[in-house]
């Protein structure tokens, strides 16, 4: 079946560490992949989503969709106070290109640096 593995939380890291949450996926699909991020009492937000093995990047964070090895890793070179949150790595199927896959509930990452 399809399913989303992440980094699990939280983390915490001082101010300008680098930061690495893993993604990696199996799907029978073709899928987009994507992070969502969740500010304090804020709703969920798009950070990113996936583009044909090309590296994206928003506010400072990159990630890079290598189908081979079906990941799609968050970075940060140097996370900010403001970077606390907690980040989503969702997998949803082209079809449609809405439809979160409802047996994944996606798994958070707590994310508090000092």
């Known amino acids: 079946g399809d ?4 980094t699990e939380g939280p983390v915490t890291l001082p101010e300008r ?3 690495t949450l893993n993604c990696t996926y199996q799907t029978s699909y073709s899928a987009f992949i994507f992070w969502y991020v969740q500010y304090p009492n804020k709703e969920p937000e798009l950070l990113l989503k996936s583009s044909e093995s090309q590296e994206t ?6 990630a890079s969709h290598v189908k081979s090895d079906s990941s799609f890793h968050l970075e940060k070179p ?17 079809v449609g290109g809405t439809a979160t896959r409802a047996q994944h509930k996606p798994r958070g ?6």
């Open 3 to 6: 399913s989303v593995t992440q």
């Open 57 to 62: 990047d928003s506010r400072g964070f990159q």
């Open 17 to 19: 560490a680098a930061l």
């Open 109 to 114: 990452l707590g994310g508090a640096w000092v």
């Open 78 to 94: 140097s996370v900010q106070l403001s970077d606390s949150a907690v980040y989503y790595c969702v997998l949803r199927d082209t």
